[in-house]
């Protein structure tokens, strides 16, 4: 089953600056879109960022202008990076795929693991 590697969590200090990176653990036959998602303590998981096979990208409002989803087609890997960072940013950050690991298979939208992100002074 593919599983979705995250790295770049940690801890920073409100103002600084964290970069996600996430990569299927074996090769996808087609990626129709990637993105990020988070989930703080007590709330509903959310949408950050996402990125379509075409270029395109989608922001949540609270992070537009500060976060920048980019992707590396030849690793299938997406990232995420985040800059001035603000307490309120802290929560668990899940890697999405959605795609076709192989040609016959049905369309689906994989998650990693999460990676604890966590903005505190």
């Known amino acids: 089953q593919v599983q979705l590697v995250e790295s770049g969590g940690g801890l920073v200090q409100p103002g600084g600056s964290l970069k996600l990176s996430c990569a299927p653990s074996e090769s996808i036959f087609s990626i129709y879109a990637m993105g990020w998602y988070r989930q703080a303590p007590g709330k509903q998981r959310e949408l950050v960022a996402s990125?379509?096979?075409?270029?395109?990208?989608n922001y949540a409002d609270s992070v537009r202008g500060r976060f920048t989803i980019s992707r590396d087609n030849a690793k299938n890997t997406v990232y995420l990076q985040m800059n001035s960072l603000k307490p309120e940013d802290t929560a668990v950050y899940y890697c999405?795929?959605?795609?076709?690991?192989?040609?016959?298979?049905?369309?689906?939208?994989?998650w990693g693991q999460g990676t604890q992100v966590t903005v505190s002074s």
């Open positions: 999405s795929l959605d795609g076709r690991v192989r040609l016959l298979a049905t369309p689906r939208t994989y």
């Open positions: 990125i379509a096979s075409s270029g395109s990208t």
